[in-house]
C-alpha cells in the first residue's frame, strides 16, 4: 500500500480531466519513462503501472518479494491502471485500448522478465492472463478502487508504533462500510470476477486485522519471566544479554551453584569408594603373592643347608 501511495503522490487519482502533471525532475517515475522524460499522460500512467510491477514483481523492487504469497496484487496494479484510464475516457476515444496497444503491446520495458514465478516470464504474460479486469465497467471499477484505498489507507494510517491497530478491530472504519455496500450491490454480487476481487479485498482486511491482533497480543508469560533475556540454545536456558559483563554472581545465581556443589560431592563419594576397594583388593592379593614368595625363598635357602 505504501507503493501505491507513492504513486498517487506524483499522479493524483481525483484529476477530473485536467490531464496529469508533468513530474518534477527529481520523480521516481521518470526512470520508467522512455529516456527518462514521460511526454504524454499515457507515459505517466504507464510509468506508474510500470513501477508499481517493478515493486511488487522484480527481485531488485520489495524485498522479500510478495509476488509468491499474494498472486493477486496484479489485480489491484490493473484495477488502478483501469481507474486511471478512466478519468479521461470519452465515447470517442477507447483509453484502455489505445493504452494496451501503443503502451503494454509495443513497449519494452513490459517485456521485463519476471523471475521464479511459475507461468510468467514477463509483466505482460501477467497482464494478458488478467486483462478482463481492464474490461471492467468503469463505474464497477471505481467502486472497487475506492475500496482498495480505503483498504490502504488502513495499513498507511497504521504508523510505525501501531498505536491505531486497536481502533480497526471493530470493524468501524471506512473500508468495511465500504465492503458492506459492496456486499450487497446486486450489480456486484451476481457477477462471479466481481465476488472474487471483493473476497480477495476482504481477505487482505483480514490479514490486516490479525496483524494488529499479534500486535497488541500481551508477551507470553515465559517471555515476561525472562524480560531482557536471551535463549542461548536449545535447551531453553537463558542467560542476560549482558551477562559477559558481570564477574560477580547474583543471590539467586548463588543458591544455583550450592547445590550444584552438593551434587557434585555425592557423586564423587562412591567412585572414591570403588576406588578404595580396589586398592584394597590389590593390597590383600599382592601381600599374599608377596608371602607366597617368600615362602618359596625360605624352602630354597633349607635346601641349599641340607645340601651342604
Known amino acids: 500500500c505504501e507503493k501505491f501511495q507513492e504513486v498517487r503522490n506524483s499522479i493524483s487519482d481525483e484529476l477530473k480531466g485536467n490531464g496529469i502533471p508533468e513530474f518534477d525532475d527529481d520523480d521516481i517515475l521518470n526512470n ?53 484510464l478512466n478519468l479521461n475516457k470519452s465515447e470517442r476515444d477507447d483509453s484502455i485500448k489505445s493504452f494496451y496497444n501503443y503502451q503494454i503491446d509495443s513497449c519494452d520495458k513490459y517485456k521485463t522478465q519476471i523471475n521464479n514465478l511459475a507461468g510468467y516470464d514477463n509483466y505482460k504474460e501477467l497482464i494478458d492472463e488478467r ?44 473500508f468495511y462500510k465500504k465492503y458492506e455496500e459492496l456486499k450487497n450491490d446486486s450489480d456486484i454480487t451476481g457477477n462471479e470476477l466481481y465476488n472474487k476481487l ?10 490486516f486485522k490479525t496483524e494488529c491482533n499479534v500486535i497488541l497480543s500481551p508477551p507470553p508469560e515465559e517471555t515476561k519471566q525472562n524480560h531482557g533475556q536471551i535463549p542461548v540454545d536449545s535447551s531453553g536456558q537463558f542467560f542476560t544479554e549482558d551477562s559477559e559483563f558481570n564477574s560477580e554472581p547474583s543471590s539467586g545465581q548463588i543458591s544455583e551453584v550450592t547445590p550444584s556443589s552438593s551434587s557434585i560431592v555425592s557423586k564423587l563419594i562412591p567412585v572414591l569408594l570403588i576406588f578404595g576397594a580396589i586398592a584394597f583388593f590389590l593390597g590383600i592379593s599382592y601381600k599374599y603373592s608377596l608371602f607366597g614368595f617368600r615362602k618359596r625363598f625360605q624352602k630354597q635357602k633349607l635346601r641349599e643347608k641340607l645340601k651342604k
Open 32 to 84: 520508467y519513462c522512455d529516456s527518462k522524460k514521460c511526454i504524454s499522460d499515457y507515459d505517466r500512467i504507464s510509468a506508474g503501472c510500470l513501477y508499481l510491477l517493478y515493486q511488487f514483481y522484480n527481485d531488485s523492487g520489495i524485498f522479500p518479494s510478495p509476488k509468491n504469497n499474494n498472486r493477486y496484487i496484479v489485480d489491484y496494479i490493473l484495477i488502478w491502471l483501469s481507474y486511471m
Open 198 to 207: 471483493l473476497s480477495t479485498l476482504l481477505k487482505d482486511y483480514n490479514n
Open 131 to 174: 486483462k478482463y479486469l481492464l474490461d471492467m465497467d468503469s463505474n464497477i471499477v471505481s467502486k472497487f478502487y475506492q475500496a482498495l484505498k480505503l483498504l490502504c489507507n488502513l495499513y498507511n494510517e497504521l504508523g510505525d508504533d501501531n498505536k491505531n491497530c486497536k481502533n480497526y478491530l471493530d470493524d468501524n472504519n471506512e
